[in-house]
C-alpha cells in the first residue's frame, strides 16, 4: 500500500460547482495536514495547513481531516476557472523543519 | 509579500557534470527544504536542514548530492556528476516554527 493515495483524475467539473478532493493514508502518525495548488510547471502553492482531525475553513475552501479513518478532503465552492490545476495533499508526523509526504496530486479542470 | 526565490529557472547540462541549484528562503524562516518532481510524478523529499548541518535526507540523497548554507540568505544545492536520470524540477521550500513550508518556482534540470 503507498503511503499516500489520490485520485489522479482528470476530475473536470463546471464553474460553480462544489469541489471534493481526497486523500488517504496508511501512516497514523501523521497529524499535520496541508493542501497545495500547483499550476502546471510551478512550484506547489500552499492552500490550508491544518492539524489533527477537524475542519478549517478559508473563504472558499474547506479542509477536513479524519484520523480515524486516514481520509483527509479538501472542499472547493463555487469553483472558477482559474482553480483548475493539479491539487496535492501532503502530510507530516511532527510540527518542525520534518519533511513532507506528498500525495500524487489530482488534476482538476474547471469548465466556463 | 516574502517569497521564496530559485535561480536558474532552467539548467541544461550534460551527463557527468556538475550543477548548483540556488535558493533565497524567506528570511525569517529556519528549516529548509529541497525537493524534486520527475516529470508526471509526485513531489518527493530529498532534504532537510536547519541549524547550518542537515536534518533528514532521503535515500534518494546519494553521496552525488549536497546542500550548503554559504551565507545568510541562500541555499545551494549541488549534484557533483548528473546523471539522465537526475533531469526533474527541483523546488527549495522553507519553513519558520512551524511547518507551513512555502515553495519555490523550481528550477528545471535538463540532462543530457
Known amino acids: 500500500q503507498k503511503e499516500v493515495e489520490q485520485d489522479p483524475g482528470p476530475l473536470s467539473v463546471p464553474e460553480g460547482a462544489i469541489v471534493s478532493l481526497n486523500c488517504t493514508y496508511s501512516?497514523?502518525?501523521?497529524?499535520?495536514f496541508m493542501w497545495y495548488r500547483q499550476y502546471s510547471r510551478k512550484g506547489p502553492e500552499l492552500l490550508m495547513y491544518t492539524y489533527s482531525s477537524g475542519n478549517k475553513e478559508d473563504g472558499r475552501f474547506t479542509a477536513q481531516v479524519d484520523k480515524s479513518s486516514k481520509y483527509i478532503s479538501l472542499f472547493i465552492r463555487d469553483s472558477q476557472p482559474s482553480d483548475s490545476a493539479t491539487y496535492l495533499c501532503a502530510m507530516s508526523a511532527n510540527n518542525y523543519g520534518q519533511n513532507f509526504v506528498f500525495g500524487p496530486g489530482t488534476r482538476l479542470s474547471v469548465l466556463p | 509579500e516574502p517569497e521564496v526565490t530559485q535561480t536558474p529557472s532552467h539548467q541544461v547540462t550534460q551527463m557527468g557534470q556538475e550543477v548548483i541549484l540556488r535558493c533565497v528562503p524567506i528570511s525569517n524562516h529556519l528549516y529548509f527544504y529541497w525537493y524534486r518532481q520527475i516529470l508526471g510524478q509526485k513531489v518527493e523529499f530529498l532534504v532537510s536542514f536547519y541549524n547550518n548541518e542537515i536534518s533528514e535526507k532521503s535515500e534518494i540523497f546519494d553521496d552525488q548530492f549536497s546542500v550548503e548554507r554559504p551565507d545568510g540568505s541562500n541555499f545551494t544545492l549541488k549534484i557533483r556528476s548528473t546523471k539522465l536520470e537526475d533531469s526533474a524540477m527541483y523546488f527549495c521550500?522553507?519553513?519558520?516554527?512551524?511547518?507551513?513550508?512555502?515553495f519555490g518556482p523550481g528550477t528545471r534540470l535538463t540532462v543530457l
Open positions: 501512516n497514523s502518525a501523521f497529524q499535520y
Open positions: 521550500a522553507s519553513s519558520g516554527p512551524y511547518n507551513e513550508q512555502f
